[in-house]
């Protein structure tokens, strides 16, 4: 497909074509034709993706040729200031061939100056929610002449805390308009916020960016810090799991893991920048022929690895950049092979897994704690064995008082191979408690 097949004006594809592009994206071919012919839109995309001028486009092309009085006759409302500044120099630079005027406000600056230019009037603006209220307090903004209105990264909105804002300002436009919304995630809050305010909308779904992800089978135990390792020793005797790579944040935190793997009778060995050269060929050589259960490794020393058919990753602790998980997970089910990741999450990591669910536009699932002994803390642990069974045990340390962490003796963990289970869809009846409230759109 390409841009002129839409119908657009030859002043945009101009502009199109000055930026370099040929082929439409996938959620431009198909917001574009929707957006044009007057429909609301429901979208599923992330930046990265081409949205914006899967909206602006269109928007320039319904604007053009509008009265010259120029109240906005479209609302574009984003989370952030950055956001605001790059949707109007890209309505900008696709409109500058019209003679359409791009306004942006946004907080945090001085407000005389965009009262001037609100003044001037414009035919798109711009704006984060509270400066766009301010002004509209201010009387020095009208939006009653709004014909599209757009919520852009509605997610992220919702998390910023702007759902009384949202909703200020659509008491401010008029009841007949079109309506555009765009979400990276699809959350209750998000649907809800959807069926307010959206007519009939169509439904836009574009692949997530990183197709591996979709073919790891991906879930999360919630654990206490201090029983992580504890867990991942069950993990691997009680599953028999052969052969995974075990991402650490620190090479500090590789080195202890591996000799806790070790004295749990896991074979392990660390690989991270203070090994020598030789060191990491040689546990990358034991782990590849199968000498090496566990390997574990930093991001930096992992990346360059080239394992094949690695079948399991380790998220021990999860990266503070979600594009890293992808980067992890996309080390298992490579070839067409099926992998499986799984991450052990501490409370101070849960804003972490949710960045990685944004990232992913789906929730990893999380599983119940299977019953693991946890040893006891302190420099004795290892002395002092304890079955970590929830209530039954009478000598627990106090943060074995985690209520997720027993009672459920027995259990096998997702990924369980042995019986011929493969992974957790073959135990789904019992085992999905995902908590997140996170659904992803189909
Ligand atoms: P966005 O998701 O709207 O932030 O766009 C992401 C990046 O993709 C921006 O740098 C755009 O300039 C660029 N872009 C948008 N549409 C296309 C296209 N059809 N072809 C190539 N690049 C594009």
Redesign the pocket.
């Known amino acids: 497909m390409t841009f002129s097949e839409f119908g657009l004006l030859p002043e945009i594809l101009r502009a199109v074509s000055d ?1 370099g ?1 040929d ?3 996938p959620i ?1 071919s198909r917001s574009i034709p929707a957006v044009l012919a007057g429909q609301d839109v429901l979208a599923g995309a992330q ?7 899967g909206f602006v486009l269109p928007i320039l092309q319904r604007l053009n040729g509008g009265p010259a009085s120029r109240p906005p006759r479209a609302l574009v409302l984003t989370p952030t200031r950055e956001l605001a500044a790059q949707i109007a120099d ?1 309505a900008r630079a696709y409109g500058k061939y019209l003679r359409l005027r791009t306004a942006v406000v946004f907080g945090g600056v001085g407000i005389n100056p965009q009262i001037d230019t609100l003044r001037r009037g414009c035919d798109i603006l711009v704006a984060t929610p509270g400066r766009l209220l301010d002004l509209a307090g201010q009387g020095v903004l009208d939006l009653r002449a709004v014909e599209t209105f757009v919520l852009d990264e509605a997610d992220r909105m919702l998390d910023m805390g702007f759902i009384h804002d949202i909703k200020r300002v659509l008491k401010l436009l008029p009841p007949t308009r079109q309506n555009l919304m765009f979400s990276a995630t699809y959350s209750e809050d998000i649907r809800a916020l959807a069926a307010r305010f959206l007519r009939d909308p169509q439904l836009i779904e574009v692949a997530p960016r990183n197709a591996t992800a979709d073919r790891v089978e991906q879930w999360a135990y919630k654990v206490v810090k201090d029983h992580k390792r504890h867990l991942l020793v069950h993990l691997v005797t009680a599953n028999g799991w052969e052969q995974l790579l075990v991402f650490t944040r620190t090479k500090h935190g590789a080195n202890r893991l591996a000799e806790h793997l070790l004295r749990s009778g896991i074979e392990a060995a660390a690989i991270h920048g203070n090994k020598s050269q030789s060191a990491r060929v040689k546990a990358l050589e034991d782990f590849k022929r199968g000498r090496i259960t566990a390997l574990v490794a930093t991001e930096v020393a992992a990346r360059g690895l080239d394992i094949k058919e690695l079948p399991m990753v380790v998220n021990y602790e999860l990266p503070n950049v979600p594009e890293d998980y992808v980067h992890r997970i996309g080390r298992t089910a490579r070839a067409g092979h099926a992998g499986q990741a799984v991450s052990l999450v501490a409370q101070d990591e849960a804003p972490l897994l949710k960045d990685i669910e944004r990232l992913l536009r789906r929730p990893i699932r999380v599983e119940p704690l299977p019953d693991f002994p946890v040893a006891a803390a302190g420099p004795l642990e290892r002395e002092r064995p304890l079955r970590h069974t929830g209530g039954q045990s009478s000598d627990r340390s106090p943060s074995d008082e985690n209520p997720r962490s027993g009672g459920l003796r027995g259990r096998q963990a997702p990924g369980h191979r042995r019986g011929g289970s493969r992974g957790p869809q073959s135990r789904r009846g019992h085992g999905g408690n995902s908590g997140h409230g996170r659904m992803p759109h189909r």
Do not use: D, E, H
Request: glycine share 14%; hydrophobic share 5%; net charge positive.
């Open positions: 930026k592009y082929t439409p994206t431009q930046t990265g993706t081409g949205k914006t001028a890209s």
